[in-house]
């Protein structure tokens, strides 16, 4: 499976951006996708997932309300919509995918990909 993420830039506190992940090499029903960032000095942290169909996501606490994950089956894609950014969103995002239908289990996202840098200023 190859993941191509895009999307990132720099914004200011408050605003919005909206991030894309194209798949391929697999059939993208079958496959679970996520989002999880990784900050400078930090590791690797979860921010949302969503099943294959897309009726189900989970989304780590510290952007429920905030971000929105959604996915095109027919368009093997899959976006994760970030509003009222914050500081501590300034990361780098990557996109993975589990063949799996487990997608709430973040253990089975073995497919990543390149990142795309979010940077959030004052």
């Known amino acids: 499976v190859q993941l191509q993420a895009s999307g990132g830039g720099l914004v200011q506190t408050g605003g919005s951006l909206r991030l894309s992940c194209a798949a391929s090499?697999?059939?993208?029903?079958?496959?679970?996708m996520a989002w999880f960032r990784q900050a400078p000095g930090k590791e690797r942290e979860f921010v949302t997932a969503i099943s294959l169909n897309g009726t189900g996501t989970l989304y780590a606490d510290s952007v429920k309300g905030r971000f929105t994950i959604s996915r095109d089956n027919a368009k093997n894609m899959v976006a994760l919509q970030m509003n009222n950014l914050k500081l501590e969103d300034t990361a780098v995002y990557y996109c993975a995918a589990a063949g799996s239908s487990s997608w709430w289990n973040l253990s089975e996202y073995d497919y990543w990909g390149q990142g795309t840098q979010v940077t959030v200023s004052s």
């Open positions: 090499g697999r059939t993208f029903s079958n496959l679970a």
